[in-house]
T-cell receptor, first 113, second 115 residues
Framework: GDSVTQMEGPVTLSEEAFLTINCTYT??????LFWYVQYPGEGLQLLLK?????DKGSNKGFEATYRKETTSFHLEKGSVQVSDSAVYFC????????????FGRGTSLIVHP | SAVISQKPSRDICQRGTSLTIQCQVD?????MFWYRQQPGQSLTLIAT?????????ESGFVIDKFPISRPNLTFSTLTVSNMSPEDSSIYLC????????????FGPGTRLTVL
């Protein structure tokens, strides 16, 4: 079945540091890929998505590129802020089935001033 | 995008009791979803709730433990029955984006602690 693997957290960075959160997936066909963010005390929000190979999703300074050859969708940001502290979830939806996403375990990001 | 509210936002309950969580959406939606997020874990889908029919439960979840109601297109409830400490989790409801079936919108969650 489909699965998503994320790097273990927490990831702890200083403000303005470069961020990478790794995400790899296993799926048949051509899934759509997502990053969701969960700020403290809130539900998940869609951060960005990519629906086909080589697509780049971007939002709020975050980017991720759909790499089919490496089955990866790593999240990056060039300069993090304290307000980026949250839990980040990588997810996919299958191309031929339901639209219910399969989530990774989440990676906690802590940004210090 | 859909705006989703949940009640209660958190609760502390005694073993053996039941808690009903409410989910309200600001627009009519066909399907609503209930997830469980255990500490340090990913989201696990409990069930899909369509208006006018019984909920569809995922493997490992049963209606006797997690009865769901879906009386109309904007509202659903999830009951956690006969609770044990293992039920301590965040429970989230979500809906698909209108015209954007690949995207999900989530409520703020209900943080449940069972003593």
């Amino acid at each position: 079945g489909d699965s998503v693997t994320q790097m273990e957290g927490p990831v702890t960075l200083s403000e303005e540091a470069f961020l990478t959160i790794n995400c790899t997936y296993t799926a048949t066909g051509y899934p759509s890929l997502f990053w969701y963010v969960q700020y403290p005390g809130e539900g998940l929000q869609l951060l960005l998505k990519a629906t086909k190979a080589d697509d780049k999703g971007s939002n709020k300074g975050f980017e991720a590129t759909y790499r089919k050859e490496t089955t990866s969708f790593h999240l990056e940001k060039g300069s993090v802020q304290v307000s980026d502290s949250a839990v980040y979830f990588c997810a996919l939806t299958s191309s031929g089935g339901s639209y219910i996403p399969t989530f990774g375990r989440g990676t906690s990001l802590i940004v210090h001033p | 995008s859909a705006v989703i509210s949940q009640k209660p936002s958190r609760d502390i309950c005694q073993r053996g009791t039941s808690l009903t969580i409410q989910c309200q959406v600001d627009s009519q939606v066909t399907m609503m979803f209930w997830y469980r997020q255990q500490p340090g874990q990913s989201l696990t889908l409990i069930a899909t709730a369509n208006q006018g029919s019984e909920a569809t439960y995922e493997s490992g979840f049963v209606i006797d433990k997690f009865p769901i109601s879906r009386p109309n297109l904007t509202f659903s409830t999830l009951t956690v029955s006969n609770m044990s400490p293992e039920d301590s989790s965040i429970y989230l409801c979500s809906v698909e984006g209108e015209g954007r079936p690949n995207e999900q919108f989530f409520g703020p969650g209900t943080r449940l602690t069972v003593l």
